[in-house]
């Protein structure tokens, strides 16, 4: 009798190996460097790119079969929410300024990364890499896709999220998102892994998806949990990515050590720029709320990031450059953005209110040490010039920051009552910065950053000013998707329409 | 030392992993919050699919949690049989 053998099955380390090898061939019509243009320009060097492995070990055929079970999950959830009320089982119609801003902001910046590494698995030339930024690419656009048709749902019924795309490309407040991965995507690829793998991955989608997401859920949004859960199980495997990334370039030669630490002071003032939006959706804008902005940031900002500044030190590199100023800033930011929110209401695609007496008091047990001091004697006071029909409002234009674009709100380092700038005369221009990480950011690109597209002289250059047929092309409905929440359209419909859901009337 | 973690949704397949987690790490510390589980533990965690297998009763691919999970911290080492995750300080 023949005895069976049972052939060994495959390890997943082996079937990695076996499924990625044959894709790196050497070529022989044209050398690595006409295949690979843009590998050498960045400075960074790259001896055996066989050293890249992802240590997920994502094969292409586990990735479908994964990512169509996610899908299935998503859409399921989607269909309930749709066929149950979903967009009247809110907490509040407030709550729906965050999502606002994220269908706005955030959803195209998916989109725009999906181009990025589209791009970038063809620009590296190691397998590995090329393998886990096609999936990332896939993964991207998988994550504007349903995070637009999730949101779809609530356009049906709400204002301000008809026009996103136009917002995305010409509205003020989205040029933060816009501007951040226009910057990526221009620069070179070993950048643009640092900007997104590393920056918005690592450090952002940890506070955006994680905290916020648990948030949506506690206000009884079913559509953004599960966009966002369903997004955020592909954000681990891309983290994985950043951090091996930059591993890699560490690892791979000494030389890199000075480019890859400047990138990461870059990106992480970047970041921390982009995250005062998310910031004060957190402190703001969710009627109830799991955690502050700031405990959020001491857990996934200052012990996440710290632990992983801590793991490279071995390679030498130090925490970025403005990690304690932004430790000092965490205190302030979403109270400083939101004021500004705000005021500038009337050129905002979705609405502003006055924190209520309950929201303030949540706000100075979160903060105690400087909200009653610096913020609630302001909210007083606009509550004030409210009741006397007098609201705070202001109808100049925002002064942006060349580099992050945000309005110039921000204080300086150690004194939250004065208002930090900074200027830069550049070939007869004048460049206006909200804050030194933002002015040192230019000053070292200063040719990128000088073609920036801002929103504020674009309306001058492209409309002569006229804020009417501004609004027009940005895509805002004046006294129908701007100004306050309190006597909106939107408050009203969910009002009589939740009334309708829960009684015969 | 710095902590790893790792956060699962709040699901029925999540529960024999969170369970797993727990036994195989007994100095991990479990938070739940609103539709998710975050674990951390000191230094390193381990998952192991013979853990959950013998909670679940069938056989476990250990990258099923792939569509579970939110985010983890740490560097990853995943082999048919374990993930691990670990900070090196």
């Not at chain 1, 044959?22 to 295949?35: A, F, M, N």
């Not at chain 1, 149950?84 to 907490?91: A, M, S």
């Not at chain 1, 965050?98 to 589209?118: D, N, R, T, V």
């Not at chain 1, 949506?216 to 994985?240: L, P």
Request: hydrophobic share 40%; proline share 4%; glycine share 8%.
């Amino acid at each position: 009798m023949d005895t069976q053998v049972t052939k060994k099955k495959l390890g997943l380390k082996e079937r990695y190996k076996l499924l990625t090898r044959d894709l790196g061939w050497e070529p022989t019509h044209h050398t690595r460097d006409e295949i690979y243009p843009y590998v050498k320009y960045e400075g960074i060097k790259i001896h055996d790119w066989d050293k890249w492995e992802d240590p997920f070990r994502l094969t292409m055929d586990a990735y479908w079969k994964y990512q169509a079970e996610k899908e299935r999950k998503f859409y399921a959830i989607i269909d309930a929410h749709a066929q149950n009320n979903g967009h009247l089982n809110l907490t509040d119609a407030r709550y729906l300024t965050a999502i606002k801003i994220f269908l706005q902001a955030i959803s195209p910046g998916e989109y725009a990364a999906s181009k990025g590494f589209a791009r970038m698995g063809r620009e590296f030339g190691g397998v590995g890499t090329q393998v886990a930024c096609q999936m990332q690419a896939l993964d991207e656009i998988r994550h504007a896709q349903t995070q637009i048709h999730a949101i779809s749902n609530y356009n049906k019924y709400y204002n301000g999220f008809h026009a996103f795309s136009d917002s995305r490309d010409r509205i003020w407040y989205t040029s933060v998102a816009r501007s951040f991965f226009d910057d990526a995507m221009s620069a070179g690829p070993f950048e643009f892994m640092i900007a997104i793998g590393f920056s918005f991955e690592y450090v952002l989608t940890n506070l955006l998806f994680v905290p916020f997401m648990s948030g949506a859920a506690y206000n009884g949004d079913m559509a953004t949990v599960t966009f966002g859960f369903s997004a955020q199980s592909d954000e681990a495997r891309h983290m994985t990515l950043g951090l091996e990334c930059i591993k890699f370039m560490l690892e791979q030669d000494p030389d890199n050590l000075p480019i890859v630490q400047r990138w990461i002071d870059k990106w992480f003032w970047r970041g921390m720029r982009v995250l005062s939006l998310v910031g004060a959706m957190m402190d703001y804008m969710l009627p109830k709320r799991v955690m502050s902005w700031k405990e959020a940031f001491d857990i996934y900002g200052v012990e996440n990031g710290g632990a992983l500044f801590n793991d490279l030190a071995r390679y030498g590199i130090t925490a970025p450059k403005g990690w304690d100023i932004a430790a000092g800033a965490i205190e302030h930011m979403s109270h400083q953005l939101f004021l500004g929110l705000y005021q500038w209401s009337f050129g905002t695609a979705f609405h502003g209110w006055i924190p209520s007496d309950d929201d303030m008091d949540w706000l100075s047990s979160k903060y105690p040490t400087t909200f009653d001091k610096y913020y609630r004697p302001r909210w007083e006071h606009i509550k004030k010039l409210e009741a006397e029909g007098t609201p705070f409002k202001n109808f100049g234009l925002a002064k942006l920051c060349q580099t992050c674009q945000l309005p110039t709100v921000f204080t300086e380092p150690g004194d939250p009552t004065l208002t930090c700038h900074r200027e830069v005369d550049y070939k007869g221009e004048k460049y206006h910065f909200c804050s030194d990480g933002c002015k040192d950011i230019f000053e070292n690109e200063p040719e990128k950053y000088i073609q920036s597209w801002l929103p504020m002289p674009a309306l001058f250059s492209e409309l002569g000013g006229d804020i009417g047929a501004w609004m027009d092309w940005v895509g805002l409905r004046n006294g129908i998707d701007n100004g306050d929440y309190v006597g909106s359209q939107d408050q009203v419909n969910f009002d009589k329409w939740r009334g309708m859901a829960t009684s015969n009337k | 030392m710095s902590n790893v973690f790792i956060a699962l949704q709040t699901n029925e397949e999540t529960r024999p992993i969170v369970e797993a987690i727990m036994i195989d790490n007994p100095h991990a510390v479990v938070k739940r919050e609103p539709a998710m589980i975050k674990i951390d533990a000191p230094g390193q965690m381990i998952v192991r699919k013979e853990t959950i297998e013998g909670l679940v009763g069938r056989t476990f691919d250990l990258q099923e949690m792939h569509i579970h999970l939110i985010t983890l911290s740490g560097n990853v080492d995943e082999t048919d049989d374990s993930l691990t995750l670990t900070w090196n300080n």
